[in-house]
Nanobody, 125 residues
Framework: QVQLVESGGDLVQPGGSLRLSCAAS????????MGWYRQAPGKQRELVAI???????KYSDSVKGRFTISRDNAENTVYLQMNTLKPEDTAVYYC???????????????????WGKGTLVTVSS
């Protein structure tokens, strides 16, 4: 199977920076789009940023100019550089991917939404 494993979440003061990573592992055939979503307590999960393979990244208005998404296709990894963090950025950040992979019987399967388990970012003084 395939795993998306996030890392980099931490407690940081307002105005600080963090870099999240999400590594995809397994018998991956292709990674089309990779992105980051977040879910704050009591709120719905929302898109933070998404980067298609070879395409232009898109950001939510709330993070535009502060966050940067990038990907390393050789390592099947997506990053989220978060600068000038605000308390309202506090949330569990989830990695998401549109991907194809090989099953154990070597048959390919494609999924539009594959999720990691999340990493907690807390912005507080």
């Amino acid at each position: 199977q395939v795993q998306l494993v996030e890392s980099g979440g931490d407690l940081v003061q307002p105005g600080g920076s963090l870099r999240l990573s999400c590594a995809a592992s397994g018998r991956i055939l292709s990674l089309t789009a990779m992105g980051w979503y977040r879910q704050a307590p009591g709120k719905q999960r929302e898109l933070v940023a998404i980067i298609p393979n070879g395409g232009v990244a898109k950001y939510s208005d709330s993070v535009k100019g502060r966050f940067t998404i990038s990907r390393d296709n050789a390592e099947n990894t997506v990053y989220l550089q978060m600068n000038t963090l605000k308390p309202e950025d506090t949330a569990v950040y989830y990695c998401n991917a549109e991907l194809c992979y090989y099953r154990d019987d070597d048959s390919p399967v494609c999924l539009r939404d594959y999720w990691g388990k999340g990493t907690l970012v807390t912005v507080s003084s």
